[in-house]
Nanobody, 115 residues
Framework: QVQLVESGGGLVQPGGSLRLSCAASGITFNLYVMGWFRQAPGKQRELVATITSGGTTKYADSVKGRFAISRENNKKMVYLQMSSLKPEDTAEYYC?????????WGQGTQVTVSS
């Protein structure tokens, strides 16, 4: 069964940290560029970060220097380490797998940054 399952979301205070995890199954993981997207209420889904199978990363300007994406190809896992969190980081965070074979989305995990 092809699926992506996110975990690690929650409530955190401004300035805090969280690590999101995404477990992939049913896919040839190395063929996919993995990414994290987010969608806040009333806003469009936006790219947060991507990582190729070789480890090349890309970040949205709004998270550069605060977030770090990584992957473990042998475990079919991708992570998003989030630090110095701000209230504007509050959103549903989605894991994405993208390749010439098509795209796959996870169900999302909620991150709320609030005091």
């Amino acid at each position: 069964q092809v699926q992506l399952v996110e975990s690690g979301g929650g409530l955190v205070q401004p300035g805090g940290s969280l690590r999101l995890s995404c477990a992939a199954s049913g896919i040839t993981f190395n063929l996919y560029v993995m990414g994290w997207f987010r969608q806040a209420p009333g806003k469009q889904r936006e790219l947060v970060a991507t990582i190729t199978s070789g480890g090349t990363t890309k970040y949205a300007d709004s998270v550069k220097g605060r977030f770090a994406i990584s992957r473990e190809n042998n475990k079919k896992m991708v992570y998003l380490q989030m630090s110095s969190l701000k209230p504007e980081d509050t959103a549903e965070y989605y894991c994405n797998a993208d390749s010439v074979l098509g795209g796959i989305w996870g169900q999302g995990t909620q991150v709320t940054v609030s005091s």
